[in-house]
Structures are given as structure tokens and as C-alpha cells.
């Protein structure tokens, strides 16, 4: 079988071939950052919209990057189509670079760049059918005073902690609160409220990652005439919603049927759930880069 291609800064690579040095501030530190990216039938979904956070991504973290959008389009595109893929999941990272041991980024010169594009592990039909049990973790998301919450970055040890203590007590996901003790969002995962019939998530400002699903379920909700906001949101507020979902690249929407042990509405995916699961299923190709 053909050896995975993995695109390192110039060019394609073998996958064997594709080694990053022990300096590289990427791996000494998480200095660095990245985007997780969907290919739906030979398009890449919202790929403007990642290269866009990315950008914003590098500004925040004072990291130039030498790749215009132009660039990174056919890197990522060129990347898909050397795989065979037409369908997959694409991880674009950018990290400071090798430098001398020490935080300071002054010597740093070249920023790496890694894509790499492969097939996608689903997460089981089951979870999007019965819905998913989570539960709230003890570690609160980052002050986003600390660390900007839209930041994407290589830096994932608080959302790491919170999937640890998850899965440690049998759960797949976790809400995160944040140091004010309002929802921020889960360890890989936006959240969304339904209630009364509108749609509520928290903000960037309460620790959420602006996430590109999110953003293509507000889109969705203003095609579905259905009113929303981003408000904070306390664990009772999610507690007493008629319905609760997820939202995330790889993930899609996903119901959610129960948090720390209350059954969400029925204790079933709810109606309004449902209608946007189905709108997002169609707009993943419609919306996209073609390769
Ligand atoms: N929050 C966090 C912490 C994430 O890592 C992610 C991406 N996995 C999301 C939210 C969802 O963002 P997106 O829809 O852009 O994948």
C-alpha cells in the first residue's frame, strides 16, 4: 500500500519521512496552533472560515505566518487529493518552529507547517440516535483572561484534564464551567440549549471556542426561523432545558439526553435536535472547497 502523504511546510512527504525537531516550540511548550477540518464528497466544509480563525489564531499569538490563504487552500486541497481522499478528516497545524530551549519566541524563526489529511473515525451511529450522557468536571475552563478561549491552540492540557475525568467516571464528554461557574463549553465540544423554543449557547467571552460548527448551527437556526442568543448559562439552566445539543467538526450535532444524572426533556433527542442534525447533513456539501 502507498505510504501516507504528509504535507511538511514546501511540500509532500511520506509519513515516515515526516519528523519535527525535539526544539520545535510546538512540542517544548504547545506554542503553536491548529484547526481540525472536514471533507465532505470532495469539499472541504467552511475552509474559509478555518483559515480565517487561524489567521485570527496567529495575530492573537503574535505568529507570523509566511503561507498566504491562497497557499494553505492548495496545500490542504493538494494533501487531500495525493491520499485518495474524497471524504476525511483534515488536521492543519502551524507551530513556532524550532528555537533554543527557553520561552521566549525571539529566536524562532520559521514557523512549521504540518497538514495532514486521513479517514475519519465516526463516533458510533448510536450516539446521534439515543443521544449521549455527559457530566460537569471538577477542572473550570481557562480564565479567558489567562488565555483567549478562541485562541486555537496546541495547548490542550485544560481540555485534557476535563476528558480525563470524564472518561474516568465512564462518560465520553464533560461540560467545562468557567472560573465564574457558568457553562463554557466541553472538553472538544460547543454546547447549545433549546428552551422555550430558542436557542442559547455561551459566548467566546464565557470560555467557548468560537467554533465553526457552532456558527454553522446559528446559521442554521436563522434558516429554521428559530430565535437565539448567547447568554450565560448556569448547570441548572442546562438541568431544566427541553433539549440540549453538541456541536463540533468532528462530532457534528450531537444529541444530549442526560447531564449529571437528570434526563434533559424527555430523556430523548429532541425534535428541534433532530431538525438541525438534518440541515446540517446537507449543508456539509454545499458549503465547501471543492478539491
Ligand atoms: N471547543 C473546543 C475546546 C474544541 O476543541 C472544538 C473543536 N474540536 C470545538 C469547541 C468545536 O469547534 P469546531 O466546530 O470549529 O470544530
Not at 476535563?162 to 464551567?177: C, D, R, T
Not at 466541553?186 to 468560537?210: E, M, Q, R
Request: with cysteine; aromatic share 8%.
Amino acid at each position: 500500500m502507498a505510504s501516507m502523504k504528509i504535507y511538511m511546510n514546501d511540500g509532500l512527504v511520506d509519513r515516515e519521512d515526516a519528523k519535527v525537531s525535539v526544539f520545535d516550540h510546538g512540542l517544548l511548550y504547545g506554542d503553536g496552533i491548529f484547526e481540525g477540518i472536514r471533507l465532505y464528497d470532495g469539499c472541504v466544509f467552511k475552509l474559509e472560515a478555518h483559515l480565517e480563525r487561524l489567521e485570527f489564531s496567529a495575530k492573537a499569538i503574535m505568529l507570523n505566518l509566511p503561507w498566504s490563504r491562497e497557499e494553505l487552500t492548495e496545500a490542504i486541497c493538494e494533501t487531500c487529493r495525493a491520499n485518495g481522499l474524497r471524504d476525511g478528516y483534515i488536521r492543519l497545524v502551524v507551530t513556532r518552529g524550532e528555537g533554543s530551549l527557553g520561552l521566549s519566541i525571539k529566536n524562532c524563526d520559521s514557523p512549521r507547517l504540518i497538514i495532514i489529511a486521513d479517514s475519519i473515525q465516526l463516533y458510533p451511529e448510536e450516539f446521534y440516535e439515543n443521544g449521549l450522557k455527559i457530566i460537569t468536571v471538577p477542572t473550570r475552563r481557562c480564565n479567558p483572561s489567562a488565555l483567549p478561549p478562541a485562541v486555537k491552540s496546541l495547548n490542550y492540557l485544560n481540555n485534557i484534564l476535563a476528558k480525563i475525568e470524564a472518561q474516568h467516571l465512564g462518560y465520553h464528554e464533560a461540560i467545562m464551567l468557567n472560573d465564574q461557574g457558568y457553562v463554557a463549553e466541553c472538553t472538544g465540544d460547543n454546547i447549545f440549549v433549546i428552551h422555550k423554543g430558542k436557542l442559547i449557547t455561551p459566548a467566546a467571552s464565557a470560555g467557548a471556542l468560537k467554533g465553526i460548527t457552532r456558527d454553522t448551527a446559528l446559521e442554521i437556526a436563522d434558516k429554521l426561523n428559530i430565535p437565539w442568543e448567547e447568554a450565560n448559562l448556569t448547570r441548572y439552566d442546562i438541568w431544566v432545558a427541553d433539549e440540549l445539543f453538541l456541536t463540533g467538526t468532528a462530532a457534528e450535532i450531537i444529541p444530549i439526553v442526560e447531564v449529571d444524572a437528570r434526563p434533559i426533556g424527555t430523556g430523548k433527542p429532541g425534535a428541534i435536535t433532530a431538525q438541525f442534525l438534518e440541515a446540517f447533513r446537507q449543508v456539509v456539501t454545499q458549503d465547501g472547497t471543492k478539491l
